[in-house]
């Protein structure tokens, strides 16, 4: 019924094994697909074909990594200027060492992939404080895996922050499903901003 | 089908102005209702009665307005505590004397309010390039009226911002009435973040 | 030589504790002076006798308390359409329960409280990664005192996250201490701003 | 006496014409030497030299150009690590379309920069609204110069705009000149974060 694409940009690998988390997590919904994409080698054929998009990246000096901004830059931004993904559903998530135990700028990061997805109409996903393992990196813009116990450590995402991962993939996908099923959650130009018909 | 409840702060009746042409946008899809209230007379059983929320502010100091903040703070807080929000939709819009033409710390008084609607754990529609009059204060995030022409004039929304508003709150209605139609979009909690069923 | 206003909000307690730790940090650097004051207590006047501003919040719905708003737009937006507060020194701090452990909305929260010394004019002193106790609650922003152990808790700000506090408060006095000796931090707008004399 | 640095990325060269202008206004401060530097040409040495740096770029989809953005995921972030850069003077500035009036997501492209230099533990300098042409693309935040009058236009940056820039590139070296003026600005780790000398 519907097809949610996620791509991620990973240094190390473990931004990629939490895509892959979360890309799990999509495909517990039923009539879902799901396509699992870096931002080295997504292509914009790939993003017309999804219903619904989840950007994810490590945290690099408060904001994301620069392959993914690339990949928004030169492909997504012509998206945008054609209007061509309005109404479809987004999502964001984003790993990083985290070093201080406040977030080390994960905030910032999840908002400059939101704003990817605002500007291109897409509606939005948050992550609800009640989702399965919020603990363990829950922020209501997405989650957050901390993958570091220190300033310059590198780790994979812990196993305790797996499931949220999963149930961020599940809540973008169940969306997808709901809004507007008979097209599958892609709401066409006119439908979502013309006058009521 | 759904109803969606419009709260707005205001100093000078020009963001009531603004929210009032808001709702008018709700009223344009079929089946909705739409309620009203400033910050200081809404009532918590207004909002737990509403599928759909609209914040809306005068940008002040680069964030929103202390009443709405306070409501949001005394208010809000609660319903998010007990998760009693998640699922439902949301949307915010600004306004502002804009001095300097950049936004004037619109877009960081939008994402104050969309924070709150995140932590609620709501489904966010954002305002698509492609809405009517979106050349006369479009952001993605939703739509700004700038009510001033130089540092300390105000003025109402100008009249070339008013289908925008109503274009926003049509949309966020839009989504209202598309998720979930069986439940006029409240998404219980258990369906939203559960394992698939 | 310069005085150094520290203003916060506090429900329980923990915010003022905070603050109490930041302005031990100020008094560190020899020749400046501290004023600690609540946002329902403090001044016009205690403001302009400042040559530096710190603002501390708890992290309320991923904002500030609506009581430091409150005062912002009362109190500080008459200072800012006046400029009288251009090339002074700020920095800001949080406090939160932090559940989910990616921040719990920190960074926006800060962000609100900077943008509010942008709009003054101010200059920004940020936390530097190197900073004593960084690993305890350090955001790049301003410290954040996680007071909290899980979705509910309040706790005092956590022994390990007052150098911290103090380490900030100091390196904000030092660059009122600094920033143009003579006149104790304070430059008068026309030195900030006019033509290179 | 000290050395600023503007680095900028450009798409059209408006981005680099405004970066040229903000370079000028450096150069009005005696005793103050400027070097002005694309993404793309920009060293490591060329930054350890600068006691103030200024990044600029133009607002591409909410954020910053991809461009400027490996430069500081593959250089700065190496001087973040090593704490190299701490008490030094920062400063940002964005160019743009800015189609819909409402900045056009300046304000999160500019903190985006903004939170690179917090992260390198930067002091930073805002842009005060009694700036000369502060109604030609003021924000608090820096300035933000227009470059388009619709969706789609790319046009230079405007004349009425040109005086702002210049006027925080002179904001930004005169903060420089007066921070510790015995090392032209550049604050050793040591003396900006241990306890009191």
Redesign the interface.
């Known amino acids: 019924m519907g097809t949610v694409l996620v791509i991620y940009a990973s240094d190390y690998g473990h931004t990629k094994r939490a895509a892959a988390e979360v890309a799990l997590g999509v495909e517990?919904?039923?009539g879902t697909n799901v396509r699992l994409r870096s931002a080295a080698e997504v292509t914009r054929e790939d993003v017309l074909d999804a219903d619904g998009l989840i950007l994810g990246s490590p945290v690099?000096?408060?904001?994301?990594?620069?392959e993914l901004?690339?990949f928004?830059?030169?492909t997504?931004?012509a998206l945008?200027?054609q209007?061509l993904m309005?109404?479809r559903v987004g999502g964001v998530f984003a790993t990083g060492g985290?070093?201080?135990?406040?977030?080390?700028?994960?905030?910032?990061a999840m908002?400059?992939m939101l704003?990817?997805?605002?500007?291109l109409?897409?509606?939005?996903?948050?992550?609800?404080?009640?989702?399965?393992s919020?603990?363990?990196?829950?922020?209501?813009?997405g989650?957050?895996a901390?993958c570091g116990s220190?300033?310059?450590s590198h780790t994979p995402p812990p196993a305790e922050s797996l499931p949220l991962l999963m149930?961020h993939g599940?809540?973008v996908a169940?969306?997808v499903s709901?809004?507007?099923p008979q097209t599958a959650g892609r709401?066409a130009?006119p439908?979502?901003?013309s006058?009521?018909t």
């Open positions: 517990r919904v039923v690099h000096m408060g904001s994301i990594h620069w901004k690339r928004i830059d030169e997504l931004s945008w200027n209007d309005v109404g985290g070093y201080g135990g406040a977030g080390g700028g994960c905030e910032l908002l400059s704003a990817t997805l605002a500007e109409g897409m509606v939005i996903v948050p992550l609800p404080k009640c989702t399965e919020y603990a363990h990196g829950g922020l209501h813009w989650p957050y901390r220190d300033e310059l149930a599940q809540n169940r969306v709901q809004l507007s709401i130009r439908s979502f901003t006058p009521q």
